[in-house]
């Protein structure tokens, strides 16, 4: 070490990565989230052990998710929902973040789910539907009014479209139809497309695309399991 600055070492496997309080957190295939010196610009990240390292309290078994807002870091696993607040240490490792809380039971999130940061807080998908994790960390059930429309153990995918005020679950419906979930921000309503190209196949992911016409309305691309692309139009897909 140089002044008191602790030794760098590498995270090992990662299942999910955010950057949270100027520095890097990833979340590893146990109950463990490590972190980061702050970040200095033209340094890699270090991660020093066992320092800088969140354990996730009880039998939490693997961390499923990890995101950041500006109060604390959400730490997802399958049972529930912890917060992490706090500035954490410097690079010689004093300082700290808090032990992580407990705000939800039995609402965690799915393996492999997405997750979305948004000014609203976190959007994530459970078991039980769609939550929301808030900035004031309550958990809430948004996904009510679609819960029919969607296997929620089929959504690939969840994309803000800030242009008109949308953020898109791509997913499959429980008869297994291609189906796009939309809630308004503004509004805070849901709509829902289903999609019928004929082709058998799922949805694999989706983004968002600006082409050089710049036309936002053409910019939702959906990428199927079969190879192929789909597009949206102002009339369809």
């Given at each position: 070490?140089?002044?008191?600055?602790?030794?760098?070492?590498?995270?090992?496997?990662?299942?999910?990565?955010?950057?949270?309080?100027?520095?890097?957190?990833?979340a590893t295939p146990?109950?463990?989230?490590?972190?980061?010196?702050?970040?200095?610009?033209?340094?890699?990240?270090?991660?020093?052990?066992?320092?800088?390292v969140i354990d996730?309290?009880?039998?939490?078994?693997?961390?499923?998710?990890?995101?950041?807002?500006?109060?604390?870091?959400?730490?997802?696993?399958?049972?529930?929902?912890?917060?992490?607040?706090?500035?954490?240490?410097?690079?010689?490792?004093?300082?700290?973040?808090?032990?992580?809380?407990?705000?939800?039971?039995?609402?965690?999130?799915?393996?492999?789910?997405?997750?979305?940061?948004?000014?609203?807080?976190?959007?994530?998908?459970?078991?039980?539907?769609?939550?929301?994790?808030?900035?004031?960390?309550?958990?809430?059930?948004?996904?009510?009014?679609?819960?029919?429309?969607?296997?929620?153990?089929?959504?690939?995918?969840?994309?803000?479209?800030?242009?008109n005020n949308e953020?898109?679950?791509?997913?499959?419906?429980?008869?297994?139809?291609?189906?796009?979930?939309?809630?308004?921000?503004?509004?805070?309503?849901?709509?829902?497309?289903?999609?019928?190209?004929?082709?058998?196949?799922?949805?694999?992911?989706?983004?968002?695309?600006?082409?050089?016409?710049?036309?936002?309305?053409?910019?939702?691309?959906?990428?199927?399991?079969?190879?192929?692309?789909?597009?949206?139009?102002?009339?369809?897909?």
């Amino acid at each position: 070490t140089t002044g008191g600055v602790l030794d760098n070492y590498q995270p090992g496997s990662v299942t999910d990565i955010t950057e949270h309080k100027g520095r890097i957190f990833v979340a590893t295939p146990t109950e463990f989230v490590r972190y980061s010196k702050p970040l200095r610009q033209g340094e890699v990240t270090g991660y020093p052990i066992p320092q800088f390292v969140i354990d996730i309290p009880g039998d939490s078994a693997s961390i499923n998710g990890i995101s950041s807002g500006v109060n604390f870091l959400t730490v997802f696993t399958r049972k529930g929902v912890f917060v992490v607040q706090g500035e954490g240490p410097n690079a010689v490792g004093q300082g700290f973040f808090n032990l992580p809380n407990a705000i939800a039971e039995n609402q965690g999130a799915l393996p492999g789910s997405p997750h979305l940061d948004h000014s609203f807080g976190v959007f994530y998908v459970s078991d039980r539907g769609l939550y929301l994790v808030t900035p004031q960390a309550q958990v809430q059930y948004v996904g009510a009014p679609v819960e029919d429309l969607v296997n929620t153990e089929n959504i690939k995918d969840i994309t803000l479209f800030d242009y008109n005020n949308e953020i898109r679950f791509a997913g499959a419906s429980a008869s297994n139809t291609k189906v796009v979930l939309i809630y308004n921000t503004f509004f805070k309503q849901w709509t829902n497309w289903g999609i019928y190209d004929g082709v058998t196949s799922s949805i694999a992911a989706q983004t968002q695309y600006f082409d050089e016409s710049g036309d936002a309305s053409k910019s939702h691309i959906i990428m199927l399991s079969s190879g192929n692309i789909l597009r949206q139009s102002s009339t369809s897909y």
